[in-house]
């Protein structure tokens, strides 16, 4: 059995495709850095995946720090930003706070100018960076959420599927009722705690209702409502045939809502991906509530003859096929969202991950000494005394196994809040705005612009300015090349868009030490050159 757990982990990681997590931008429009020579109608940034807005999350700013008029709508992949007034010439900088289609807030900044870029740049509110790390505290809520739900819903599946209907398990069957009402209300309060602590993480402080998708609203109702459902059904614990069936079909209404947020939302093929996790979720909660079911029940029914082994042996039949599902799922959810080996050691999520494989090898390590020594015992004690003893053993195997399945719902607690990609960062940061150098030709003084410090688009803009600081021109217009050791952009296409300002897009392949070299005819005979050196950083 491990072997085959390796050998499907190896198979779907090692086939893996680059891994989809959070949106992340793919395109502006302006592109970061440009210098145009009128102001745009609109901003548009187009991201990896749908993304949606939230309450006062987009705001635009000025060189010296006001607010620009602006609205900004979300369409699939597409955020739009409409400046809304007159726009001056300088640097404008757009800051957004966007939720990602998995749920989880992404924010980053795009700097432009127009015109020409501003000599200085005040910073945006500190508040408009919030961080998009998750807190510890939803983390903790959706463990507790995550293990009540499990709790209640597994123990109604043990209690109609594997306790005898005999009257002799009546103590041992209000036992598990008890268990699965307790595990109920611990879901309840999970999972309605979530919204708010959710809401305030999307908008980055509060508790804005409005900003939560109606999913998270769906999902939190149909756990609520099916676990109500099943645990009222359940009644005493032997509810009949039909009420039974119609209870279970309550309980998985329940188990696997959760499935329709969260990373698999963003995984690709979208059905494939929530329908394993809703199979993953549904084996998880029968098999967490089959053992504490177990842990409950084992010592009670052990001295009522062969009622133990009985029930151990209907479990432990089903728990090997549990086991392949959860295996199976497992990886295929692994492969999806993770996407790559690397990403195991590299991100946080993947460290994670690793953890969680270890629990569970743990966890299938229990099983199978339950299985194949502790249950051989049970069935084969013929005395009352023998039976006591072996369903003692059974008991602490599986409150040892429940507890480390336990510590497998905290993982996944804070796997479904962390980014498969890497650990959050703002996605526009300090490498992204204008960098500048300055040098004299003649009477003149030169001042490129670059317009990212980070390989890719951007550009490359001349100020030419008299001893007064007004900008001038040249006897004929400047000339530049671009070059770092490894590569020679070549010459670069200036064109002119006002008095002394000469501007034009290139593309820096890599990081590394670039220089502009400017040529500035300033007479006839008079051909003054000089060298910019500017960092790219990777």
């Known amino acids: 059995m491990l072997v085959l757990v390796l050998v499907v982990v190896a198979l779907v990681l090692g086939l893996a495709p680059p891994a989809s997590a959070h949106a992340s931008v793919v395109s502006t429009d302006p592109a970061a850095g440009a210098v145009l020579a009128d102001a745009p109608e609109r901003v548009r940034f187009t991201f990896s995946e749908p993304v949606a807005t939230v309450p006062d999350g987009v705001k635009v700013y000025d060189a010296a720090g006001e607010l620009v008029a602006s609205s900004a709508t979300a ?10 007034g007159e726009v001056g010439d300088g640097t404008l900088i757009v800051t957004y706070r966007i939720v990602s289609k998995d749920g989880h807030p992404v924010s980053g900044s795009l700097i432009f100018s127009v015109g020409a870029p501003s000599p200085t740049v005040e910073e945006p509110p500190r508040d408009d960076a919030a961080s998009t790390a998750v807190p510890r505290t939803l983390s903790l809520v959706r463990f507790v959420g995550y293990v009540g739900l499990f709790l209640g819903a597994g123990l109604l599946w043990f209690a109609v599927l594997f306790l005898p209907s005999d009257r002799a398990a009546d103590t041992s069957r209000r036992r598990v009722v008890l268990g699965a009402r307790l595990g109920g209300g611990v879901a309840l309060v999970g999972w309605l705690l979530a919204l708010p602590v959710t809401a305030s993480y999307q908008v980055g402080g509060g508790v804005t209702w409005s900003a939560l998708a109606a999913t998270e609203y769906v999902v939190a109702a149909a756990v609520a409502v099916g676990l109500v459902v099943a645990l009222v059904l359940l009644g005493s614990g032997a509810p009949g045939r039909r009420r ?45 509530g089959g053992l504490v079911g177990l842990g409950l029940v084992l010592a009670d029914l052990s001295g009522r003859g062969t009622m133990a082994g009985e029930v151990l042996a209907r479990f432990s039949g089903v728990a090997a096929g549990i086991l392949a599902v959860l295996v199976v799922t497992g990886s295929l959810l692994a492969w999806r969202v993770l996407g790559s080996w690397s990403g195991l050691v590299d991100t946080t999520y993947g460290k ?3 953890v969680k494989i270890g629990a569970a090898l743990v966890v299938i390590a229990i099983a199978a000494f339950n299985r194949f020594r502790l249950l051989p015992r049970l069935q084969a004690a013929a005395h009352r005394k023998d039976r006591r003893a072996g369903a003692g053993l059974v008991v602490r195997s599986v409150v040892a196994e429940s507890a480390v399945l336990v510590v497998v719902l905290l993982l996944t607690g804070f796997l479904v809040d962390r980014n498969p990609e890497g650990d959050p960062v703002v996605q526009a940061s300090a490498t992204a705005r204008p960098t500048s150098r300055t040098a004299q030709l003649d009477a003149i003084e030169v001042r490129a612009t670059l317009g990212r410090q980070t390989p890719g688009p951007t550009s490359v803009t001349l100020e030419l300015l008299d001893p007064a600081g007004e900008p001038t021109e040249g006897y004929a217009a400047p000339q530049a090349t671009f070059a770092s050791d490894d590569v020679d952009l070549g010459e670069v296409p200036l064109r002119n868009i006002g008095p002394g300002v000469y501007t034009a897009e290139v593309v820096v ?11 500035l005819p300033t007479s006839e005979v008079d051909v003054p050159t000089s060298t910019l050196e500017f960092d790219v950083l990777g």
């Open 352 to 354: 994670l991950l690793l």
């Open 75 to 84: 369409d699939g992949v597409e955020l739009a930003i409409a400046l809304e």
């Open 244 to 288: 039974g069936w119609v209870a279970l079909a309550a309980a998985v209404v329940a188990t696997t809502a959760p499935a329709l947020t969260g990373h698999t939302r963003a995984a690709t093929p979208e059905v494939l991906a929530v329908a394993a996790d809703l199979v993953h979720l549904l084996a998880g909660s029968v098999w967490l």
């Open 509 to 519: 392949p890599a990081p590394g030490d670039w220089r502009l070299k400017v040529v």
